[in-house]
């Protein structure tokens, strides 16, 4: 649990911040660290404009004393060159070009504490700024210039406010401390903290918002303080005991990196990384799948989509054949193709962001099972049916119906070949949490993949076992916490 120290440059700005202690610099540069203090958080409002500042150090003795700092000491390096244009800012891309500002207009300036910004419509370039600069208060400009909307982000000090934008400041800070950085002060001591990876802007999450929530509350039950943070906040993540990724992820991704650096730090991490790499690689699965007899549609892989090539693959698979991108999730970087006219085109469209591509044998099926698998065991069950007038579960095409319905089912009323093959499947990859997806046809059963981070949503993966599901997956958590410990 953690306890939150705000400090600022001098006594004469000290101020009533609630639950929180607000200390001047000099005082946290004398009094801490102190001995047996709980985890402990700092808010820098210091001024930090010069190198070697007061502001600066105090970033720099946080994290010395393995004290989480906002803003740490990178991110005040970073304000020092943060004027940038267009062409730099690509991570605000959508939102600048929603600016209606024009050539030679007076710059627009904007106040954004803690990722709020004090005007509505520009609340999501707010957010956007505050996680690629997480700072308490920034001040932002924008104006227009022949190539575009251009940016320049300033971080201030308290001591810099005037009345009007103190209050604004306060308003915000009430609401970051109370929810974001969560007050131990009413909560009872748990014995780890827990990070949830979340990302609040991901279109189809492994884990919807009521999901996270039962996480957190089962989390509480196995002593454990669980939150939700997003990868800027865990800029630290030796800070935690444990990781728990709820993003969807990839190998050249921060979910991957921050799984290593996890991992690295002693924590315990589901999923871990080696669990990441070989499931978002499906050229690892057939491999693995095929030496260690795991049953699954016949695949081939290719290098090429030369006419010798394309006779080959006529030969063995009939069509309709089934390509796949080696790296994919949720359905994406699959394709049907119909025809030799198709396969060439789709196979020439893979091939410009992959070395090799997947071609598989077609089996249509009205649902695939998904096996969810937590340490070799079996722990929920679901039919995922096609999504209407699609071949697959998921039609990202599709304005209305992307995916199908389901069943969530007990894991005794599965066919115990599906169990079998999911839990022989997934022993391949790790002892981590996994969602096995498998066909069924004709009493035969195939393993299509494993996915890393399986979904589970509210109201359909934990349909049948309801919180008892979370309970499952916190009590691994807790176990291999008291073996870490050991």
């Known amino acids: 649990m953690y306890k939150t120290l705000i400090v600022v440059d001098n006594d004469t700005l000290l101020f009533d911040a609630g639950d929180a202690e607000v200390i001047s610099f000099n005082q946290y540069l004398q009094d801490y660290p102190k001995l047996n203090e709980p985890k402990t958080r700092i808010l820098n409002l210091c001024d930090t404009e010069q190198y070697l500042s007061k502001g600066y150090y105090c970033s720099l003795l946080a994290e010395a004393r393995q004290h989480k700092s906002l803003p740490s000491v990178s ?29 030679n207009e007076p710059a627009l300036e904007l106040l954004v504490c803690f990722g709020f910004g ?70 009872k001591t748990q014995r780890w903290d827990l990070a949830i990876l979340v990302n609040p802007d991901e279109p189809s999450p492994p884990s919807d918002p009521e999901a996270i929530a039962r996480f957190i509350k089962a989390a509480a039950k196995f002593g454990i303080y669980a939150e939700a943070v997003n990868k800027q906040q865990l ?44 499931c978002c690689n499906k050229v690892f699965l057939h491999d693995a799948f095929s030496y260690q007899k795991v049953p699954s549609p016949k695949t081939h892989i290719v290098i090429s989509c030369d006419d010798e090539q394309l006779d080959k693959l006529e030969q063995e698979f009939a069509y309709p054949m089934v390509l796949k991108m080696p790296e994919g999730a949720f359905s994406k970087g699959v394709y049907k193709v119909e025809n030799r006219a198709e396969l060439k085109t789709n196979l020439e469209s893979i091939f410009a962001e992959s070395a090799l591509v997947l071609v598989q044998e077609y089996l249509y099926t009205d649902f695939d ?24 579960i998921y039609n990202h095409g599709a ?25 022989k499947a997934s022993n391949i990859i790790g002892k981590g949490l996994y969602g096995v997806d498998i ?23 934990d349909a049948y076992l309801g919180k008892e599901l979370y309970m499952l997956i916190m009590a691994e958590f807790q176990q291999r916490l008291e073996q870490r410990g050991r």
């Not at 969530?408 to 009323?413: A, K, R, V, W, Y």
């Not at 059963?445 to 359909?460: A, G, Q």
């Open 75 to 103: 991110t005040i390096n970073e304000l020092r060159d943060a004027s940038t244009s267009t062409s730099k800012a690509l991570y605000w891309g959508r939102e600048l070009n929603q600016i209606n500002l024009e050539l």
């Open 118 to 187: 004090e005007h509505a419509q520009y609340k999501k370039l707010a957010r956007k700024i505050f996680e690629q600069y997480p700072s308490p208060i920034l001040r932002v400009k924008l104006w227009r210039e022949e190539t575009g909307v251009c940016v320049k982000v300033e971080r201030v000090p308290y001591a810099n406010l005037n009345e009007h934008d103190k209050t604004f400041f306060f308003n915000q800070l009430s609401t970051f401390t109370q929810l974001v950085w969560r007050n131990p002060a009413h909560k």
């Open 235 to 278: 800029e630290n993540v030796s800070h935690y005991d444990a990781l728990f990724i709820r993003e969807t992820t990839a190998i050249d991704h921060h979910t991957y990196r921050l799984a290593r650096k996890a991992q690295q730090a002693g924590l315990v991490v589901i999923d871990d990384p080696i669990s990441i790499l070989r």
């Open 369 to 392: 099972w998904r096996i969810g698998v937590l340490n070799g065991r079996a722990i929920y069950a679901c039919r995922y049916h096609m999504a209407r007038n699609h071949w697959q």
């Open 399 to 423: 304005k209305r119906f992307v995916s199908g319905g389901f069943e969530t089912l007990p894991t005794f009323e599965v066919p115990k070949a599906v169990l079998d093959a999911a839990i």
């Open 439 to 461: 066909k069924q046809k004709d009493n035969k059963v195939y393993v299509i993949e494993v996915n890393d981070n399986p979904s589970i949503d509210h109201k359909v993966e």
